[in-house]
């Protein structure tokens, strides 16, 4: 007889064995067990309920669709940063914003999606499109990397430009399609980007996310859009890293990053290769080198050692081994966005279209620089010129956290192609840099009073 037999003809007459159930008092246990069990599955499905729908990552699985009304912000990958806000975007109002805003105004003119828009570059660069006749929608996520109040003033200065800031993530595929299906961009001007040589060995994961993630999934609505636009975007000096031989030349290895920041730039310069062959993307990646100027980036060294020699705070400045100087081809913001038009203007159109290359596309890398490195000490001697205060200059050597001795810019290349020639020196640059800071801050200063 086979174990099969024991099956009862008739299942409800199916005889328990009495020893699953010994006495009475069992079964209530096990019905107590079964409350409990239920009862703590639903405290555990809560928990994790209120979890997601709390967590910023949570909001990028909603749906395309949700796009067309209104959404949130989109972060996949970058818990530590605190204000990736939740922010709303969608409907009638909105996309009439987005539309005035990339309207273009002048014969041949482009629409133009500046990412990064509140930030130093993409604020001058939008500024200065928009000034020409170009229709311009910026993109920010506005975080809180530095001082975002200095981001919201510059949206207020581009706001009066007529230049429309979305709040939005790169990462935010569901954005970006949508921005796409209401104006049909001729070019995206990509700044949007995890800057800094320093910060990477606090949060690595942020670079990740922006300039490696975001890049990407900006790259992919790219090559999705039909007509593709053509895209120049912020690649970085530092991608030279280690390299000795100077100046740097496009044609230089960039196999030795020096900083985790300037490994995803590089690795921006890898994936701009790869959706250029693929899909026919024409990408043009500027290195920019040390850019400095008025509504500039706190972050930087000419900024805080502005404040710091103002505040009386000793400044730190680097050496090298056996007091080697430490120099960089700081160069200024005006000369950087005449390089930035330059390669917008120079830009040949993608060939493909809806994901589907159709033939070969441009790529291009350029050097933006200034041909011309000073040595830190030199730019801490002209702010105390300007700023007629003595600096306290305690000089130590220069850490082990990503920073290269010396950068130096061959531009022949970016000269040639763009028609780039950077016009500003240092001294001319730093005046007009501290001017503005002072000005920003007493401003700021008196409206803090004020209130
Ligand atoms: O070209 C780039 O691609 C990068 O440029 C910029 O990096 P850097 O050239 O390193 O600028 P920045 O920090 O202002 O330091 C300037 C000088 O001051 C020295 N420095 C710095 C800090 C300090 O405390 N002391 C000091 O001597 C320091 O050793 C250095 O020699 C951008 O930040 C970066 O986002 C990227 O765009």
């Known amino acids: ?149 200095l981001k919201r003033a510059r949206q207020a200065l581009l706001e009066r430009a007529g230049v429309f800031i979305v709040e939005g993530d790169i990462n935010d595929a569901a954005l970006l399609k949508k921005l796409f299906e209401v104006v049909p961009f001729t070019h995206v001007m990509h700044l949007a980007a995890q800057a800094g040589v320093r910060y990477a060995m606090q949060n690595p994961g942020s670079y990740v996310h922006s300039n490696i993630a975001g890049f990407v999934s900006l790259l992919e609505v790219c090559k999705e859009a039909t007509p593709q636009p053509a895209i120049v975007w912020a690649s970085s000096s530092s991608v030279y890293g280690l390299n000795t031989k100077v100046p740097f030349s496009e044609k230089d290895r960039t196999d030795q990053p020096a900083s985790l920041y300037a490994a995803t730039k590089k690795a921006g310069e890898e994936i701009a290769h790869t959706y250029n062959h693929i899909y026919g993307l024409s990408l043009t990646g500027l290195r920019f080198f040390t850019v400095y100027g008025p509504w500039g980036r706190p972050d930087m060294a000419y900024f805080f050692f502005t404040k710091d020699i103002l505040n009386g705070k000793s400044i730190p400045i680097f050496e090298g081994e056996n007091h080697g100087t430490v120099a960089r081809d700081f160069t200024y913001i005006d000369d950087i966005v005449k390089g930035c038009l330059g390669a917008l203007d120079t830009a040949q159109k993608s060939t493909g279209s809806g ?79 501290v001017r503005w800071y002072l000005n920003y801050y007493s401003a700021a200063g008196k409206k803090a009073d004020a209130r």
Do not use: C
């Not at 409990?36 to 209120?50: M, P």
């Open 1 to 149: 007889m086979s174990h099969l037999d024991h099956t009862p003809s008739t299942p409800g007459k199916f005889k328990m064995d009495k020893s699953a159930y010994p006495y009475h008092g069992g079964r209530l246990r096990w019905h107590s067990s079964l409350a409990k069990l239920t009862f703590w599955s639903f405290v555990f499905i809560g928990v994790i309920f209120i979890f997601f729908y709390r967590s910023p990552s949570s909001s990028s699985s909603s749906s395309a669709a949700a796009a067309t009304s209104s959404s949130s912000s989109r972060f996949h990958s970058d818990p530590s940063r605190r204000s990736l806000r939740t922010s709303s975007w969608g409907g009638p109002a909105w996309e009439k914003k987005v539309r005035t805003s990339a309207r273009i105004r002048s014969r041949n003119g482009f629409s133009v999606l500046v990412t990064g828009a509140a930030g130093f570059v993409g604020t001058h660069v939008s500024s200065a499109l928009k000034r020409r006749g170009d229709g311009v929608l910026g993109l920010d996520n506005f975080n809180d990397y530095y001082d975002p109040t």
């Open 355 to 433: 994901g589907k290359k159709k033939g070969p596309a441009q790529l291009r890398v350029f050097n933006l620089g200034n041909t011309s490195p000073i040595p830190v000490t030199n730019l801490v001697t002209i702010l105390e010129r300007l700023l007629k205060v003595k600096a306290k200059r305690n000089v130590m050597k220069l850490p082990r956290n990503g920073d290269v001795q010396f950068t130096h810019a061959n531009i022949s290349l970016a000269h040639r192609e763009l028609g780039y020639k950077p016009t500003t020196n240092l001294q001319t640059g730093l005046k007009k840099f």
